[in-house]
């Protein structure tokens, strides 16, 4: 699997953004998908996951603000991303797990794009 993420940009604290992820291969609908974030200086982090039958789960810090989907037609993985905060400025990954779950363990994850940089100014 092949994965390209886009969408990224500057924003005010309080705007919305939305990201998505390219995939190819004809095993996408297969696969837990997952979204991660590294902030400069911090490890890569968890923030939302879906298993392969749209079960979505995210990290307590997002929760509530960010929204993750998938459109296995389009091969696509989505994040978007309202209320957003000065601490949500972050490089954004998309990432795939062979498992029809996403692990919240970035070394679980068996494919990684490009990241796509987020900048929430305050």
């Known amino acids: 699997v092949q994965l390209q993420a886009s969408g990224g940009g500057t924003v005010a604290a309080g705007g919305s953004l939305r990201l998505s992820c390219a995939a190819s291969g004809r095993t996408f609908s297969n696969y837990g998908m997952g979204w991660f974030r590294q902030a400069p200086g911090e490890e890569r982090q968890f923030v939302a996951g879906?298993?392969?039958?749209?079960?979505?789960y995210y990290s307590d810090s997002v929760k509530g603000r960010f929204t993750i989907s998938r459109d296995n037609d389009k091969t696509m993985l989505y994040l978007q991303m309202n209320s957003l905060l000065p601490e949500d400025t972050a490089v954004y990954y998309c990432?795939?797990?062979?498992?029809?779950?996403?692990?919240?363990?970035?070394?679980?994850?068996?494919?990684w794009g490009k990241g796509t940089l987020v900048t929430v100014s305050s």
């Open positions: 879906i298993s392969w039958s749209s079960s979505t």
């Open positions: 990432a795939a797990d062979r498992k029809s779950w996403a692990s919240r363990d970035p070394g679980a994850m068996a494919y």
